[in-house]
């Protein structure tokens, strides 16, 4: 099939890259000229495991192409997939801008029926308002004879496992009450779909709340860990064990209980906060998904609150060695990262900062850019050197064996703050450290 991509961010062009490796022809089309022009040469603006040979190899094969020409993307796709940023406004609501910008430019070209797709994270009614921008346009066109429909198709993909997330979906909602886009999407689908169907149909609504609860929900089970890990530490429990205890109900399940400093990364924060918003704007307070915001932003403090306390304040003038920047690993993706607001209390309390992540280190240098208080190391290693302790904010797999001898050596007091549990606080000790943990 012939499918359009608006927007070649995370989610757009994942799916444009996994779409024509099963044979599709891909258009994604770009606003930014300059990125485009990257892709064209195989350069990927991000970095995510499994896609660059993926672009390159689609774009070789000629299936997935880019372009700025915005007539020339809608005149290619049967299916045009709207896949750009919705930022949060001031208030916490999504901003719609990006989003209403591509169904005006999708209806300004369109010369036959479309299937318009949404897959941005959009709040409940975007449908209809694209449907509304839409039907504006071709009408001052007077080009009414002209059919679409509007479907909600959420994603679901998690940075650093994205393309796999892609190629291997739990789900695929498609919101719609059209026959022929069902239809349509359908096939454009069932590469996705061979062991079993995993297309569930619903309502338009229906699919665009779908996406909001899914990540509501995992954010309230890493709060409501949190809230537990806060309430273990001082009650003198281990919340490693209450963690295995409470996983071993299926009900409940092992994933995403890990407490820690907070959930990050450009969904969670802002889609618990767009339905806050939502809620509000329909007279409804949404209790639970405040508490969960709550808990979250005083959560990312927590590492900052126990090296305050272990240095009882006096922090002017220490070095802080910090391995992990990005919100997760597998990512150099540094949005709402816990790391930036440790770095960025520490800072504020006259201390320095000594950083190494496997990923990040561009993304900060970009964020922060030269600072006296701020070096940026090329190993996790050189990060140790001469520093008062060691705070861990990113549970990458190349920190989970570390040499501990070395990082004594390298320390000026062998002390670690660990954000992500990932020792055993007894051998730490046996080891002759100082060991903080979350939550034990
Ligand atoms: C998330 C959803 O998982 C995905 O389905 C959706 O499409 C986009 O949002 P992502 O933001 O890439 O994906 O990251 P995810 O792996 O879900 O982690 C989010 C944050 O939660 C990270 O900061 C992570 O460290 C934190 N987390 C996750 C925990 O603190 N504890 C856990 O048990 C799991």
Redesign the pocket.
């Known amino acids: 099939m012939n499918v359009t991509v608006f927007g070649t961010g ?2 757009g062009l994942v799916q444009g890259a996994v779409l024509a490796d099963v044979g599709h022809h891909v258009v994604c089309v770009d606003v930014d000229a300059a990125k485009v022009e990257r892709l064209k040469k195989g350069e990927i603006p991000i970095y995510e495991p499994g896609l660059e040979p993926l672009v390159k190899e689609n774009h070789v094969a000629g299936r997935l192409k880019f372009t700025t020409d915005a007539a020339e993307g809608v005149k290619h796709g049967q299916v045009q997939f709207i896949a750009v940023g919705t930022p949060p406004d001031e208030d916490g609501s999504a901003d719609l801008k990006y989003v209403l910008a591509v169904a005006d430019t999708i209806a300004q070209h369109m010369e036959g029926d479309q299937v318009i797709v949404n897959k941005s ?1 959009v709040p409940v009614g975007t449908a209809d308002k694209v449907r509304d921008k839409v039907d504006g346009v071709l009408e001052a066109r007077g080009r009414k004879d002209l059919r679409f429909d509007v479907v909600s198709n ?9 393309v796999s ?1 892609c190629q291997r979906p739990d789900r695929i909602i498609i919101g719609t009450a059209s026959r022929i886009a069902q239809d349509m999407l359908r096939e454009l689908y069932a590469p996705f779909s061979r062991q079993q169907d995993k297309m569930i149909v619903m309502d338009v609504r229906s699919a665009e709340l779908t ?1 909001y609860a ?2 509501c929900m ?2 309230t ?2 709060s409501f ?2 809230e537990m890990a806060n309430l273990a530490e001082r009650l003198g429990a281990d919340i490693e064990m209450v963690r295995q205890g409470i996983g071993s109900d299926p009900r409940i399940g092992y ?14 924060p802002k ?1 618990v906060q767009a339905l806050i918003r939502t809620a509000s704007d329909i007279d409804f307070d949404a209790k639970v998904l405040k508490a969960v915001e709550a808990r979250n932003e005083e959560q990312k403090t927590t590492l900052f609150q126990k090296i305050h306390k272990h240095y009882q304040g006096n922090l002017a003038g220490k070095t802080f060695a910090i391995w992990g920047l990005a ?3 597998n ?1 150099d ?1 540094m949005r ?3 790391s930036r607001v440790l770095m960025e209390a520490l800072w504020q309390a006259g201390a320095k900062v000594q950083a190494f992540d496997p990923e990040a280190m561009e993304e900060t240098q970009r964020i922060y850019g030269n600072r006296d208080d701020l070096t940026l190391c090329g190993t996790k290693e050189a990060a140790l050197r001469g520093a008062d302790a060691l705070a861990i904010l ?2 990458w797999q190349s920190f989970r064996a570390p040499d501990f001898e070395l990082i004594k050596q390298q320390l000026a007091a062998p002390v670690i703050f660990d954000g ?1 549990n990932m020792f055993e606080p007894k051998r730490m000790s046996i080891k002759g450290f100082t060991y903080n943990s979350v939550g034990r």
């Not at 994933?255 to 969670?268: A, K, N, Q």
């Open positions: 995370y989610v994270t959420p994603e679901f993909l998690k940075e650093g496992s994205a997330d996406k899914a990540n995992l954010a089970k890493i860990m949190n994933h995403f209980i890990y407490p820690g400093v907070g959930y990050g990364g450009s969904c969670f889609d919100f997760k690993p990512t993706d709402e990262a816990p990113t549970e992500r």
